[in-house]
């Protein structure tokens, strides 16, 4: 990060200028910012103040004859698409932004999102040693106070006032390139360009194998379109990253195993043994004719539990994890109070009958390989109804995204839940946004369940993670990336043992 490069000298002229009377400079634009004062003829004063402001930043000074004119085209596909921003001014203040649904997500955080300067008082607990808010006293603290001010070598509310980001800029600078970074990728996605990283691969021949070893590899073997650069493979990388999570695990091509890193442990070598007997039949009987008949094995059933943004993706995104298992069908489904939050104009709620208790959105015309059911409602309600029993370990598998099990904010909607399916015997995936939200999980986990669990798969970063990194609008502090970390576990099985009875061992050893 840039802090390494900043000296205190640089650090503590910063802090001494905003200790001087002047009147407040309005925040600029970026086609604006600062532009000339390394070559200004100023008074001494003033010139210092230029200076201390602005020459521990590394943010290029761009300076635009005119502004970006919007104008329509006609992308590879023939639709007509209206550009609104070009590449090369996708850095934007959030405030200031030429996208209105950018400008209410920042009036959204100055109401939210609260100053980190360890001048307040603290607003919640700390999360861990990293966290912002460990450096706040509660005793000699002044009040909390809302973001009010842009950094502007990131455009992000990030602290109350000017001084408060002057005296904490060296703490800032271990987060201000990533953030600049999610601010670019942000507008990318409202510059109305044609994303080519979107068109994803088609299904090809079984015997060509896939490498699962990295992104790079599996996009590779896939036969996509080369992304040659970095901001389209974060775009791409954030959508597929939840169906590969899955498909890097549950393939027998897995990158996860005994040997490598050794996550995968002999009890989750026996578990997903058993799912990929299913997942890759032996390809012997079957086909077109009546000569080598077979019965068509069910379908695998994918539960994944609290869905949110993942139920919402594109269909052809699942459609990727498909691609990979041939001969095999999958039933997703998406289950979850927030399971259809944003898409109730385009499918709408049927009412609950007796047909359909629960009022599930079925989609059954995607594939011949995907079926995907949506039921916006709790796990344990239709668990303790027997809408899914029986469960088998040989074709059901359950999936959570960042579920928070550890968090005290989310813990209390999965007390009902883990119970139920430890008592399926079932692998259970779970991902994370962090270490840190990893490790809370999975020490939650153990602390409730140490007695009742096996670990599968080893806590630890996920090989299909997200590129793209994201802001909390909480906390803008907070930088995460979907699916950073992965994990599985499930219900412990005992496996009975017969206890020779001593007569029958008596009897042996005389004869």
């Not at 080519?196 to 992104?215: D, G, H």
């Not at 995204?401 to 399916?421: C, I, K, R, V």
């Amino acid at each position: 990060m840039r802090s390494s490069y900043t000296c205190n000298r640089c650090i503590s002229a910063i802090k001494a200028s905003r200790t001087q009377l002047r009147p407040r400079t309005p925040f600029r634009l970026p086609h604006q910012q600062f532009a000339g004062r390394a070559h200004s003829t100023k008074s001494p004063v003033s010139a210092n103040l230029a200076i201390s402001r602005r020459s521990i930043s590394s943010t290029a000074n761009r300076q635009f004859e005119k502004p970006f004119e919007p104008f329509e085209y006609v992308d590879p596909e023939g639709n007509t698409r209206k550009m609104v921003l070009s590449e090369d001014n996708l850095f934007n203040s959030f405030t200031h932004s030429p996208i209105p649904a950018i400008r209410k997500r920042a009036a959204f955080m100055r109401q939210h999102a609260y100053c980190p300067h360890p001048d307040h008082k603290p607003t919640r607990a700390a999360v861990n040693a990293g966290d912002l808010e460990s450096r706040k006293s509660s005793e000699t603290g002044s009040p909390p106070a809302h973001v009010n001010f842009e950094c502007p070598d990131c455009g992000v509310p990030v602290y109350c006032c000017e001084e408060h980001w002057a005296d904490d800029y060296e703490a800032h600078l271990g987060v201000c390139d990533i953030m600049r970074q999610s601010n670019e990728d942000d507008h990318d996605l409202h510059s109305g360009r044609f994303f080519k990283e979107f068109q994803f691969a088609v299904p090809q021949m079984e015997e060509i194998l896939v490498n699962m070893s990295s992104w790079d590899t599996y996009l590779y073997t896939r036969d996509y379109d080369a992304l040659n650069e970095d901001r389209e493979m974060r775009q791409a990388t954030k959508l597929l990253t939840y169906p590969m999570t899955v498909a890097s695990i549950l393939h027998e091509l897995s990158p996860y195993g005994l040997r490598g890193d050794g996550r995968m442990t002999p009890e989750g070598l026996k578990s997903f043994t058993a799912l990929r007997h299913s997942l890759h039949p032996a390809r012997t009987g079957g086909g077109d004719t009546w000569k080598n008949p077979r019965l068509a094995p069910p379908s695998v059933r994918l539960f994944v539990l609290g869905a949110r943004a993942e139920s919402s993706l594109p269909r052809e995104t699942w459609m990727q994890m498909v691609y990979l298992f041939h001969r095999v069908q999958f039933s997703l489904h998406f289950i979850g109070p927030e399971a259809m939050a944003n898409r109730g104009n385009e499918l709408p709620l049927p009412e609950r009958t007796p047909l359909n208790p629960f009022g599930a959105v079925v989609e059954d015309r995607i594939s011949n390989a995907l079926k995907i059911s949506t039921f916006v409602e709790y796990y344990h309600t239709m668990h303790k109804a027997g809408y899914f029993y029986p469960y088998d370990p040989y074709f059901d598998c359950f999936i959570v995204f960042h579920p928070g099990f550890g968090n005290p904010a989310s813990m209390h909607e999965w007390e009902e839940t883990l119970p139920l399916l430890l008592e399926t015997k079932c692998p259970i995936i779970a991902t994370g946004y962090s270490p840190w939200d990893i490790q809370q999980d999975v020490d939650h986990l153990e602390k409730r369940f140490g007695n009742e669990m096996d670990i599968l798969l080893k806590p630890g970063e996920n090989k299909f993670r997200s590129l793209r990194w994201d802001l909390n609008d909480l906390d803008p502090h907070d930088v995460n990336c979907s699916n950073w970390g992965v994990y599985a576990f499930r219900g412990k099985r005992y496996e009975a043992t017969k206890k020779e009875d001593e007569s029958e061992v008596h009897s042996e050893r005389t004869e």
